[in-house]
């Protein structure tokens, strides 16, 4: 994030804190999008990736007055929405990591042309074994993959979210990708390949 936007972020959550509810409607509206995205990663459901956003700018809003400028805002709500994703999850005794494509963005990317007509089985196969293998793997495993692989966050925004080290993100990105390996041939053999 370049620094006059995270000046732009400190001083609308300054003037919010001051009273000034339209500036937080500028925050919302500037990393809505983003978070929706974050939300869509975990669940299927676009109502219930609303309502993981519009929680998590409410504990935001709530919490602004936490917000001690160290970080990026994004950071700051990235990880509050991380976090009501999670809880949110655990509220509904689903596993966090459930779907990590957004169904509307495969079809919309996919050419109309020249498409095997078994292509879209293909990729619906790939997404679920890709989620049957996220569900096996502990949260922590689960949470900084999905991070990294599908959000494509670098490793110290990962840090920053998560609130550990690079080092802690490294090796877990390490210890995740082997335990992801592992049990992808446990559960699907024919992936081993020569």
């Known amino acids: 994030m370049t620094e006059p936007a995270r000046a732009e972020d400190h001083q609308l959550v300054q003037e919010t804190l001051a ?13 809505q999008d983003r978070l929706f995205s974050l939300a869509r990663h975990y669940t299927r459901h676009s109502v219930d990736a609303e309502d ?19 970080s990026s805002f994004y950071t700051w709500i990235y990880r509050i929405a991380v976090n009501t994703v999670l809880d949110v999850m655990k509220r509904r005794g689903r596993s966090p990591v ?18 095997a007509p078994d292509a879209g089985l293909q990729t619906e196969e790939i997404s679920e074994i890709t989620h049957r293998v996220l569900d096996e793997l502990p949260e922590i495993f689960r949470t900084v993959l999905v991070l990294r ?12 979210t998560l609130g ?10 390490f210890r995740a990708r082997a335990k992801f390996k592992q049990k992808l041939l446990t559960l699907y053999p024919e992936f081993g390949g020569a």
Do not use: H, W
């Open 149 to 160: 692989e599908f959000e494509e966050q670098s490793y110290q925004s990962i840090a920053d």
């Open 52 to 70: 993981i956003v519009q929680e998590a700018f409410l504990k935001a809003y709530r919490r602004l007055d936490s917000f001690d400028g160290r």
């Open 98 to 115: 459930r779907n990590v494509e957004d169904p509307e963005v495969v079809t919309e990317a996919r050419p109309v042309a020249c498409v």
């Open 164 to 173: 550990i080290s690079i080092g802690t993100v490294e090796s877990r990105l």
């Open 19 to 31: 009273g000034n509810r339209m500036s937080f409607q500028l925050l919302v509206e500037r990393y």
